[in-house]
Every structure is written in C-alpha cells, then in structure tokens.
C-alpha cells in the first residue's frame, strides 16, 4: 500500500506548478485537490497539507459558522501566499495551521517541509559507527553482521564510508542488486527524503546498503554524507555505519553517532595502533570490542593497555570472512552471533535471541 502524499488544495495552476517544482525538489509527490470538498477523501490521511489563500478562507469561515467543529482541525496544515498579507496569519490561526509560507521567499524551507510531510513519522533511529583499529581488524565483517542480525526485527540502513574497500555489497551479497552507490548521490545537497532513498537502494536480506562502487569512485562529499545519515534517522531504526578510523570524514561521522564500536584484534601491534586511534578521537564515547584470535593476549591485558573496559570479546571465526569472498553472505552463527546480539543489546537494539 502506498504511503499517503502531501495534499496540497488550491485551482491556481500557476500556484500548483510552483508546489510541484518545490515538491519534486524535496523528493516527494504531491496529491492536488482544486477545493476542500475534493479534498475531503484525503483530509485526515494526508501527512501535511498546503492550503492557499482561498480555500484557507473557506475552511476559517466553515469552522466559524459550525462554532469550531473539530472535524476539519488536524496538525501539519500550512497556508501559502503569494505576497507578505497579515491576512494569511489571521486565517491561519483560525485554520490552526503552524506557518505561512510567503513565495518566493518561503521556497527552501517549503522545500524541507515537503521533504519532512512526505516521509511521514520519524522513526528517530539509532546511529551506530564502527571502525577498526587496524586494516584487517574485521569491522567490515562485523558491521554486515550487526546489520543482518538487527534486520530480523528492525529497518536497518548500513552505509559503507570507505571509498577504497572495494563496497560492502560484496560483503552482503547484493554486488548485483540495482539500486544506488555513492557515485549516484555525488549531486545530491540539502535534505534527502528518507522515504526517496530508500526506494533508490539496493535491499539484501532485509538491509538497505549505500555501498561505495568498484568503478568511478568519487570523493564522498562531507554535507552529502550528513544529508544521508540524517535521512537513515528518519527513516530507519538502525543506521550501521562502516568508516575506517582515519577518515576524513569522521567529522561528519562521529557527532551523528550514539554509539562508536572499536574493534581490536587481540594482538600488541593492533592494539598499539587502537591507543593512537583513541588519542584522535574528540571524547570517550566509544566502546572496544576485542577480537579474539586463538592465541592472543587475554582481554584484560588489552583493556589495561587501552585503559578502556572491554564491551565484549568477539571469538572471531576466520571462515565468515573467508564465505564472503566466496560470495556467501556473513551471517553470524554460534558463538559468534552471540556475541553480536550482546553487542546490538550493549548499543541499544534489541536483536533475536541466538541460541
């Protein structure tokens, strides 16, 4: 079923064609209704609606003559006018509508408010970044795992912020899945409607990846990366997100992130390198997960030279990465994806038991 549209009511095409243009700008598509009583059928389910002058008049006298009946009063109502009228606040008031948009001037932000009408309720989601100490450290594996494993109860996004790892749709199976990469969001700026970026990925085992492309890689732009991961708010539960640790680009990452997983290799090189990780990193936010190769030195030796506690230990299994370069999926299993289902749980995000 598809989701209700912004309604907009008004008979003035010049009115509409402006709409639809600051409409197709936010990425969203307009219902056009010439007057309340075409209007009717859609009133209540439409996420916003935009009255113009005219018909807000309508509706203000309506109300007044039912004493305020309460049929026609809703929230996410706006009045456009085409100059600066202190009319347009009074009937607005009347109508009980949050703004007067004034064109021209009023463009852009009617351009976000669409965008916002047209995804509906946010879904406020939680923002998860994890980043490896060392190249090799598993991040990768580990992010597509969380990602698969929250995807059993959640709407889950999972972007990948390496340009140079080859894209994690590889990792997920979905290499041949159409559906955006980077390179197809290179001129997108401003607000990205959640709802438009979803349907413009590709979708594997229930997770919408935004992966980086093996041809023509471009420079991922900083503002473009915060329009995407503010939509993935909006319109995800879980937004998972594969960034190297020397990024340029943790910027834009980490002030966005509620939760920042480091993952350690259990090894004195690698955890060497985690100190000047965590040395370049603007607070204490974050959690170490270690990985546990046979061998290695014991977690608390690593949390005592990292003078961090350890949030889990993962019993690192060499055969999931070694299937996905086989090109079958990572899905975590035994030991392992309960170690992840601790850590969705450490972060936050309830995930199925794994027995």
Known sequence: MAAPRPLLVTSDTSLTDDLLRLAAAAGVELHVAPDAEAAARMWRAAP??????????????????????????????LVVSRDDDPEAWRVAVQVGAEHVAC?????????????????????????????????????????????????????????????????????????????????DLTQAHGRINAGALASALPCSNG???????????????ADVLGAVLDAGVRGFDLVMIDVPARSALLPSVMPRSHDR????PNHTR????????????????????????????????????L????????????TLANRADDGVIPIARDHFARACSAVLDAVGVSAARVA
Not at 307 to 318: D, E, F, H, K
């Open 207 to 221: 997770v919408f990846l935004l992966s980086a492309a093996r041809e023509h890689q471009p420079h991922i732009d």
């Open 261 to 264: 997983l480091l993952v350690v």
């Open 48 to 77: 916003l609606i935009v009255l113009d002058m005219p018909n807000a008049l309508v509706l203000s006298r309506d109300l007044a003559r039912r004493d305020g009946a309460q049929r026609d009063r809703r929230d996410g109502i």
């Open 103 to 183: 064109l021209p001037e009023a463009e852009r932000w009617l351009i976000g408010r669409l965008a916002e009408g047209g995804e509906g309720p946010s879904r406020n989601g939680r923002v998860v970044m994890v980043t490896g100490a060392v190249g090799g450290a598993g991040a990768s594996t580990l992010a597509v795992s969380l990602a698969l494993l929250a995807a059993k109860q959640h709407r889950v996004l999972l972007v990948d912020v390496d340009p140079c790892g080859g894209g994690l749709d590889l990792l997920l199976g979905a290499e041949n899945l159409g559906g955006a990469r980077w390179p």
């Open 270 to 305: 690698a955890v060497i390198a985690a100190t000047h990780v965590i040395g370049t990193w603007p607070d204490d936010h974050f959690q170490i997960l270690i990985r546990a190769d046979g061998g290695g030195l014991a977690d608390n030796v690593v949390a005592h030279a």
């Open 307 to 318: 003078g961090q506690s350890v949030t889990a230990s993962l019993p690192w299994q060499r």
